[in-house]
């Protein structure tokens, strides 16, 4: 008989038995005490689909926790559109995992592998919608509850347990919050300070929008008129997203040109009701299908079956409908100017207003019958903008002819007034439709229980009116402010006078709010704050109630018509409609920080991970070579090497279409190049032969540097990799992330604080920044390039303002060494941003402190929100796109910095934008003004440019040879003296950005948006 350690087989199993029908008595117990480690009881494995059905979802981020992760996640991923997070024990673990995965083709883009430390999952809170568990972890069902989204899904050894929804979630179940009007949250969760919860598509949408949430469930619809080509994508699509990670799931087309921007859409954990001119579509919240719908029977139609107006509650919706209206023509704009006309919002919605929203019946459905309960005719047209709901009333109002109250009991009137002194106090409407004052399709009447409040884009005084007799209690100048009514009084968030704060009933000014809010947006309130788009183009403001004081989330600014929508927890904004962008765009979603500790240093003995301390083979770099991100430190994309005058291709990769590469590298006869996947590939820069693959856990934005025989990578999994530029071993790994907590991200798991200004090396010093936006805080270090160890490090630039603000610094791109200065793109507060290279102070400061307004004060930290530096004329400028914004080529932003191309070496300067490039002379011009001495047009988009020794070589793609065809991607030589064309080369797709590199030897690489890498040398 075969011996185990313990004794003999037969006797390991009856042990083994015995203490697993012990353990299966215990742990039940344990598990309500919160001291149980799952899983310890084995687990059998599940079939793929049957786990997919019991995950409950097709979309969203699920993670794989224990045995046969590799093979589990390729399984899941093939029945599913789930991201997948596996988080491994050992490093080793990690590699192998990743290599697996990766010859799948999914690493980087569908699974995402860490190796977590024990007893913590790398994720955010409450943003997975499964957690699977096989076999023993050693994980605490505690950590496996806190990442999972309430309603989400814990499956341990094939038993799934459902999240409660924590006490105090909140929805936003109509478009102003409620039937009341009112956008006043009472989710008890969202409080300040805030994380980023997750970004996501999509990045615009077309007007106008409207955005309700139940459920966990966010429901975007968006309108028909778009201004660009970035918009038509939404033109006219309801859209389903995860309210918790941004998945999306599912969409579903709208009725065309029906005014969508009123109260005719509400959302239940359940079911989503959307109204229009024909019925009230039920669909089903999960999937998006109509499961039925309520139509306005003939007999009680009125004058006509239009839907205006309505709200549900208690199982009774009420509508208000009328005659059929003048539909929109759909508008799909081709604007290439930043910003849009108000022109073409007036023209667009002009005639339609003249029938939008009015109607005289208003009916109350049972909705389980719908079947009508009681109906009431008005004796004139009701406007759907001035309708709201409290307790026990509906509010009517009828332009400039009575005002009246309904009993939501039976459809009687309560109340009804036509006083002359009212009507002329609630006065003639605006037409707004101007950034100022703000769209005329907004609802302009709120209410409390104890009184009615007319304000918004279309009034001009502020009017309050008794709910209980319908008669007049105050009135105040402005009537274009955004009301929140609070417990603690009523807010009028104003554009042209300063905020205030009233008695709702007498009308007292409590205080004046010293802020002002920025154009378009309606404010909308959380438990704890106001918020509304920041004056002068500035962000977000915040007013934070508890301390009386306006503060600021620089990195975004709320979408027009939604503005902040708060539920489930989370903060949301947008997407947008216009050109009005900050450092972040597309949907964003913060959620409470709690007592998170922003500018944590680091300490280096728990973020130092040393693999080996061996020297790295031997490396000998000349100053010939491309070791980083535009050819060096300064960034000239300049080199001394000369290029053949006739090329042939050398060798090229397969693509990998769904991998952004990194420009590429080279150094000593080796060619680097990153990804979005995460993964670092060496390649031999004459044969395109494979040196060596390298795994980090997180998309890499920027290029490596090579150095003294290293690689130095930044990765999106929050931490900088140090390689053996011979084997692409692990030297060392420095975590610059705070803590470990992964985000979603456009699409992508990333750290909340991504290394995503690459790793610059200066002098055996290794310079990197982690962070996305200041409001998360930003963490700045210099590290010995051969050890790790930390030489300094700046963890408070995110905050310039101290105090309890979140002003400063983003990590919004690459950085830049220049006069004892490391320049870092840093949004739209602060750019560039600069650090001491010997001591890392930021040399950066806000000043101003605020006088009668927020104005002199905010409108002194705005910057450009690009991601690409030049030294321009002795000055590090900031230029390019935003690092985190669609790819696709369109208008820049209007506060963006502007496009431009820049290659120097001594005297020659080349600059260009992305259709035209010159030479210029900086001094030759009159009045110290730059001279062009050639210009060249022959590029319809430039993506680099770089200046050899004998010649300018441009990337990007040529114009079509005929009308409406395709550009043709290209390589191209100029004369740097004359401009003239040497020759072309044409490429197999479009070069990455700045995805272009000359090594040693005269070759050109080129990284391509499809993944790929090509080289191209001298012909023979």
């Known amino acids: 008989m075969s011996m185990t350690r313990f004794g003999t087989v037969r006797d390991s199993r009856k042990i083994k038995d015995t203490t697993m029908r012990i353990l299966r008595r215990v742990l039940p117990a344990l598990a309500l005490l919160g001291l149980v480690v799952v899983s310890l009881l084995p687990a059998q494995s599940t079939d793929t689909r049957t786990l997919h059905k019991q995950i409950g979802v097709h979309t969203g981020l699920c993670v794989l926790l224990g045995r046969d992760q590799a093979r589990r996640a390729v399984e899941l991923a093939k029945v599913s559109d789930l991201l997948i997070f596996i988080q491994t024990d050992t490093s080793e673990d990690a590699a192998s995992v990743r290599a697996s995965v990766d010859r799948a083709g999914l690493l980087g883009t569908r699974i995402y592998v860490a190796r977590g430390t024990r007893g913590r999952i790398g994720l955010a809170g409450d943003v997975a919608d499964a957690v699977v568990v096989d076999g023993s972890t050693g994980m605490p069902r505690s950590e496996l509850l806190r990442v999972v989204r309430p309603r989400g899904r814990v499956i341990v050894g094939g038993q799934t347990t459902v999240k409660a929804v924590p006490k105090g979630t909140g929805d936003w179940s109509h478009p102003y919050h409620g039937a009341d009007n009112n956008p006043q949250s009472e989710d008890r969760l969202s409080k300040a300070p805030y994380l980023t919860k997750f970004l996501a598509a999509p990045w615009y949408g077309p007007m106008p929008e409207v955005t309700v949430s139940s459920g966990g469930r966010m429901f975007k619809a968006f309108g028909f008129l778009a201004f660009k080509k970035r918009e038509w994508p939404m033109v006219g699509k309801l859209v389903c997203l995860n309210g918790y990670n941004g998945a999306q799931l599912w969409t579903r087309m709208l009725t065309p040109g029906f005014m969508i921007h009123r109260n005719t859409i509400v959302a239940t954990p359940d079911t989503l009701y959307l109204a229009d001119n024909t019925s009230c579509k039920l669909i089903d919240a999960a999937t998006g299908t109509v499961r039925g719908e309520i139509v306005v029977p003939d007999k009680h139609a009125g004058d006509g079956k239009t839907w205006k107006w309505m709200t549900l509650r208690d199982g009774v919706l009420y509508a208000l409908v009328g005659p059929s209206e003048k539909l929109h023509t759909v508008h799909l704009g081709t604007r290439t100017k930043t910003g849009w006309p108000w022109t073409t919002v007036r023209s ?50 009828s ?74 209690l105050w009135s105040y100048e402005d009537g274009n402010v955004q009301l929140i009514i609070r417990d603690d009084g009523l807010y009028a968030m104003g554009r042209l006078s300063h905020s205030k704060k009233f008695d709702p009933l007498t009308g007292k000014v409590l205080a004046d709010l010293q802020c002002f809010r920025g154009n378009c947006t309606r404010a909308t309130g959380t438990a704890d704050s106001i918020f509304a788009r920041g004056y002068r183009h500035t962000g977000t403001l915040r007013f934070d109630v508890a301390y009386g004081k ?80 535009r050819a060096n430190n300064q960034r000239t994309a300049s080199t001394s090497v000369a290029v053949p005058g006739r090329l042939k291709l050398a060798w090229q990769t397969r693509p990998r ?28 820069s004459a044969t395109g032969a494979a040196r060596w693959t390298a795994y980090t856990g997180g998309s890499i934005h920027y290029p490596p540097t090579i150095d003294n025989g290293r690689v130095h990578v930044g990765s999106g999994d929050g931490w900088a990799w140090c390689l053996d530029a011979s084997t692409g071993k692990t030297l060392w790994r420095f975590r610059a992330a705070p803590v470990e907590r992964r985000i979603p991200v456009y699409g992508r798991l990333m750290s909340t604080w991504p290394v995503a200004s690459g790793v610059m090396v200066a002098d055996g010093v290794a310079y990197l920044a982690a962070g996305i936006i200041c409001h998360d805080g930003t963490h700045v270090y210099a590290l010995d390039a051969s050890s790790g160890r930390i030489k300094w490090q700046n963890n408070s630039s995110g905050n310039l303002l101290e ?120 001094k030759g011009g009159e009045d110290g003004k730059s001279k062009v001495l050639w210009k060249d047009n022959t590029f319809a988009r430039t993506a680099a440019v770089v200046l050899a020794a004998n010649a300018v070589i441009v990337a990007g793609e040529l114009p079509p040879t005929k009308k409406d065809g395709p550009l043709r991607p290209a390589l191209a030589a100029r004369d740097p003296e004359t401009g003239k064309p040497l020759w072309a080369q044409a490429l197999p797709a479009p070069p990455q950005g700045w995805g272009l590199a000359i090594d040693r030897d005269g070759r050109i690489i080129l990284t391509l948006i499809d993944g790929r890498t090509v080289c191209f040398a001298a012909a023979k």
């Open 550 to 629: 306006p503060r600021r989330l620089p990195g975004m600014r709320p979408a027009c018509q939604d503005g902040v929508i708060i539920a489930n927890g989370q903060l949301y904004w947008g997407p947008w409609m216009c050109d009005c962008n900050h450092s972040l765009v597309g949907v964003i979603s913060l959620t409470t920080a709690g007592d998170f500790e922003f500018d944590r240093p680091a300490i280096e003995s728990q973020r130092l991970e040393t693999v080996s301390t061996a020297a790295p083979g031997r490396m000998v770099m000349t100053a010939a070579d491309w070791p980083t991100y």
């Open 348 to 397: 667009t919605y002009g005639e339609s207003l003249k029938t939008w929203g009015f109607g005289r019946t208003l009916l109350a459905f049972d909705i389980k019958t719908r079947k009508v309960i009681w109906s009431h005719t008005a004796t004139a047209a009701i406007d759907g903008r001035a309708v709201a709901m409290n307790s026990s009333r509906i509010f009517l109002y």
């Open 657 to 684: 279409e769904s991998v952004v590469p990194t420009a590429p590298v080279a150094a000593a006869g080796l060619t680097v190049v990153a990804g979005s996947d995460g993964v670092v590939r060496a390649m031999d």
């Open 399 to 472: 332009h400039q002819d009575h005002l009246e109250a309904i009993n939501i009991a039976n459809g009687s009137t309560a109340w009804k007034t036509s006083d002359a002194e009212l009507l002329k106090t609630i006065g003639e409407h605006h037409r707004a439709q101007t950034a100022s004052l703000g769209y005329a399709t907004s609802a302009y009447l709120k209410c409390s229980e104890k009184a009615l409040f007319f304000a918004g884009p279309t009034r001009t005084k502020l009017v309050t009116v008794s709910a209980a007799t319908g008669k007049l």
């Open 803 to 922: 105090e309890d603000e979140v002003v400063g610094v983003s990590v919004q791109g690459h950085l830049l060494l220049h006069d004892g200065i490391v320049h870092l793109a840093g949004g739209n507060v602060v750019s560039p941003a600069k650090y001491d290279v010997g001591t890392g102070k930021c040399l950066n400061t806000l000043t101003g402190k605020p006088d009668k307004s927020l104005d002199d004060h905010w409108k002194m930290q705005r910057s450009s929100r690009g991601s690409e530096l030049f030294l321009v004329e002795g000055q590090v400028a900031v230029a390019g796109d935003m690092l985190y914004a669609p790819r696709t080529p369109g208008p820049p932003s209007r506060y963006n910095a502007k496009y431009l191309l820049q290659a120097t070496s001594g005297d020659v300067i080349i600059q260009g934008t992305d259709k035209t490039l010159l030479r210029v002379d900086p």
